[in-house]
């Protein structure tokens, strides 16, 4: 499954990002765009390895907050999932 994710990543564009924040009618800024672009590139395996010890809250201020409400609730639903 990893390798699947890792694939993805790997061709992952930050229109990428744009669709899915455009398909949730999420309203984002190209700071945000850009934050979420690099992390999921750099931090992908980590993340992967270890979802219990990813804290979004650290990355808060990265977000307007109904932004980072939504992904909160997103990764607390996909942790939930694993």
């Given at each position: 499954?990893?390798?699947?994710?890792?694939?993805?990543?790997?061709?992952?564009?930050?229109?990428?990002i744009v669709k899915?924040?455009?398909?949730?009618?999420?309203?984002?800024?190209?700071?945000?765009?850009?934050?979420?672009?690099?992390?999921?590139?750099?931090?992908h395996q980590e993340?992967?390895?270890?979802?219990?010890?990813?804290?979004?809250?650290?990355?808060?201020?990265?977000?307007?907050?109904?932004?980072?409400?939504?992904?909160?609730?997103?990764?607390?639903?996909?942790?939930?999932?694993?």
């Amino acid at each position: 499954m990893n390798n699947l994710i890792t694939s993805y990543i790997d061709k992952m564009q930050k229109e990428d990002i744009v669709k899915f924040a455009k398909k949730n009618n999420l309203v984002v800024s190209d700071k945000e765009i850009n934050f979420v672009y690099s992390f999921i590139k750099s931090h992908h395996q980590e993340v992967l390895k270890n979802p219990e010890s990813f804290d979004i809250a650290t990355y808060k201020n990265e977000f307007s907050n109904e932004n980072y409400q939504f992904i909160k609730n997103l990764i607390d639903k996909y942790k939930r999932m694993i």
